[in-house]
């Protein structure tokens, strides 16, 4: 399955992956802004030689390797955005961009996938088909690079995928997978109640919209806790309610924002229509009258069982059982599900905490950190999924 050379290969680009991830570290950039970052990369896998290599949108970069065998199609797939955060590491790679850092590890998703192209270039003789290496921009900020990436045609042909985040209450040398829903459709509503405003000392002339929207704060609770089967998930937060200028005015409105987040499509479909039920029966009972938007979010992470499966078993051969363990779904979100929904895929989590030295703060936080270990373990798996997957004797698809 694996060559007897994956090791030593893996040893010797070890410490070049290391040097791309922090060089990506100290030069974060935003979303759909990653002009630099995907240079960077177009220009380092050309000198790699032997891949095509083309720009499916302003700042991403797909590199291809045709092998000119008969086989199939493997991608893999890294995201390379940073986020609007002030760095609060002591790295001396540390960003140099103030107010921009890469704070949820795409630097290491970028770089491992960088050095996975780089070993599987010299190893083309021995695979069959063709892997596409994609480098994803934007996949912090709706309506996300995948989709767009997709439009462009980078699945076209595809027939598996797999991608890895880095995750922070995973341990490093440990790698995590599960079978179905692992990241949730993360969809935001936008509520406005409008009433009629006036002097707070005579609250009978007006139609006071706080009370209004506060009573729909607290029955939109009801929809998790009584309408939705309590074994499946799902979460409604009421994330921001804003109204009125000063202590002795009603105003005229209250505006609510929100997220809902779902697995099940049918559940997933249903809520808002729940949730616009009652903020109509709200808003109608106290002669108040409402705006309700929904904006969909990326849709669910639901790994394909027998991918997962196939990689997970790499992963045990090369590993041993005891650094696998099975995840937990999360209601976070991932754009990587739009390749998902183009051909059968995986997305696993490597383990990038480290309790004993002190690296375990979340994603997305000033201080987060990787245990870079966890570069060198994601750089051999999916090395050993592309000889599993196009190796000289590939198995059926
Ligand atoms: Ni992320």
Known sequence: ???PTLASVADALRDQVVAWRRHLHRHPELSFQEHETARFVEETVRSFGGLEVSRPTATSVLARLITGRPGPTLAFRADMDALPIH??????FGSTTPGVMHACGHDGHTAVILGVARILTEQRDQL???LRFIFQHAEEVLPGGAQAMVDAGVMDGVDLIVGQHVWATLEHGQVGFRAGALMAAPDTFFVTVRGRGGHAAKPNETIDPIPVAAQIVMALQTIVSRVVDPIEPAVLSVTQFHAGTTHNVIPEEAKLVGTVRTFDKALRARIPKDMERIIKGITEAHGAEYEFAWQDGYRPVINDASVTGRVEAVARKIFGDERVVTLQPNMGGEDFSAFLEKAPGTFFYTGGGNVARGIVHPHHHPKFDIDESS??????????VAHDVLGSAPAAR
Do not use: I, Q
Request: glycine fraction near 4%; hydrophobic fraction near 35%; avoid cysteine.
């Open 375 to 384: 570069l060198d373990l994601s750089l051999r798996l999916f090395v050993a």
């Open 87 to 92: 760095e609060e590491t002591s790295h001396d």
């Open 1 to 3: 399955m694996t060559t």
């Open 128 to 130: 069959n088909g063709e």
